[in-house]
């Protein structure tokens, strides 16, 4: 079975940074992209950044963070990063990883990770 793990959430004040880490495994498993998901309470799962190593390889983000989140992936080891920098206090969430398929208007993750907590306060 594919297993997909978050790691590196945490508290920090608002202004700080956190790096998130993603790791997808399994029996022959791959993926063609990497992307990553935030959830608040009582709101819906909305997209955050990608990274793609498919047809339409690049890197994607939400308005919401462009400038001051940054993505990263490796195709070959089935992993990825979330740099988050300058954080305010509406990023609090579970953030979540999903191995899929993204581009401009593909949102398609595949697998869900167990999600890891950012709290930003004061």
């Known amino acids: 079975q594919v297993q997909v793990v978050e790691t590196g959430g945490g508290l920090v004040e608002p202004g700080g940074s956190l790096r998130l880490s993603c790791a997808a495994s399994?029996?022959?498993?791959?993926?063609?992209?990497m992307g990553w998901f935030r959830q608040a309470p009582g709101k819906g799962r909305e997209f955050v950044a990608a990274?793609?190593?498919?047809?339409?390889?690049?890197?994607y983000y939400e308005n919401f963070v462009k400038g001051r989140f940054t993505v990263s992936g490796d195709k070959d080891k089935n992993t990825a990063s979330l740099q988050m920098d300058r954080l305010k206090l509406e990023d609090t969430a579970v953030y979540y990883c999903?191995?899929?398929?993204?581009?401009?208007?593909?949102?398609?993750?595949?697998?869900w990770g167990q999600g890891t907590q950012v709290t930003v306060s004061s």
């Open positions: 999903g191995p899929g398929n993204y581009g401009v208007y593909l949102r398609a993750p595949d697998y």
């Open positions: 399994g029996r022959n498993f791959s993926t063609n992209g």
């Open positions: 990274v793609s190593w498919g047809r339409e390889s690049g890197t």
